[in-house]
């Protein structure tokens, strides 16, 4: 038998097993559930940070629920954005051509 400490609680408890590094199986629940729930929370903190999108006119962050390319507020006024989007079109233009 070998002394060893939980890594969930700290506690010393003997074993044979050379692999155990948890008191019980209540400890060893309890740390698989806290890296499955920080797993979990960094595959989310990616996923938004990957959907991060600004808006193609004025360029403020789109919220995640906007599946369009602008803002709210750049949509609900259509001929501005259209104004903007083909002044960015000629700055393209232009820049081709030199
Ligand atoms: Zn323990
Ligand atoms: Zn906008």
Not at 21 to 44: L, N
């Amino acid at each position: 038998m070998k002394n060893k400490h939980c890594e969930w609680c700290d506690h010393t408890f003997k074993t044979n097993i050379s692999y155990q590094i948890y008191c019980s199986p209540e400890c060893r629940d309890a740390a698989t559930k806290e890296k499955i729930a920080a797993r979990y929370q960094i595959q989310r903190r990616q996923r938004r940070k990957g959907k991060e999108r600004l808006c193609k006119s004025c360029e403020k962050r789109l919220s995640v629920y906007n599946d369009d390319t602008i803002c709210e507020t750049c949509s609900a006024d259509p001929s501005e954005v259209a104004k903007v989007l083909r002044d960015i079109k000629g700055l393209m233009n232009g820049k081709d051509r030199k």
